[in-house]
C-alpha cells in the first residue's frame, strides 16, 4: 500500500500531514492483512528532481503539480529538517516492527 501527503504552500499544511501520516499507522495496526506499507517520500524532491518527476508525469512546466511532488517528504529539501511528524513516525516503526517481528 503507497502512501503520501503534500504539504504544498498553495494548501495543505504539516498538521494535516501529520493527522494522514497517524492514520496510515492506525490503519495498520488495525489491519494486520496489510502486510506492506510504503510511505513515497521521506524527503522532499528538490525543485530540479520535482521537475524532471512533473516530465515523467507528463505535466511538465505545472508549478501546482511540481510543488506537490516537491512537498511529500517528511523532511525539507532545503534544510533537511524534519517535519512535524518525522518523530512519530520512527516511533510508529519501531512500535510496528516490536509488534510484527518481536524485536526488543
Known amino acids: 500500500m503507497p502512501s503520501g501527503y503534500p504539504v504544498p504552500t498553495n494548501g495543505g499544511s504539516e498538521e ?6 497517524e492514520n496510515v499507522f492506525i490503519a495498520l495496526e488495525n489491519h494486520p492483512s496489510i502486510v506492506f506499507m510504503g510511505y513515497f517520500l521521506l524527503n522532499d524532491f528538490s525543485p530540479a528532481s520535482a521537475y524532471n518527476y512533473s516530465l515523467y508525469y507528463g505535466v511538465g512546466g505545472n508549478p501546482l503539480f511540481e510543488e506537490y511532488l516537491a512537498s511529500l517528504g517528511l523532511r525539507r529539501y ?3 529538517t524534519a517535519k512535524v511528524f518525522m518523530l512519530q513516525v520512527r516511533v510508529y516503526i ?5 509488534f510484527f517481528f518481536g524485536c526488543s
Open 94 to 98: 519501531l512500535t510496528l516492527t516490536f
Open 78 to 80: 532545503a534544510n533537511a
Open 16 to 21: 494535516e500531514q501529520r493527522q494522514f501520516v
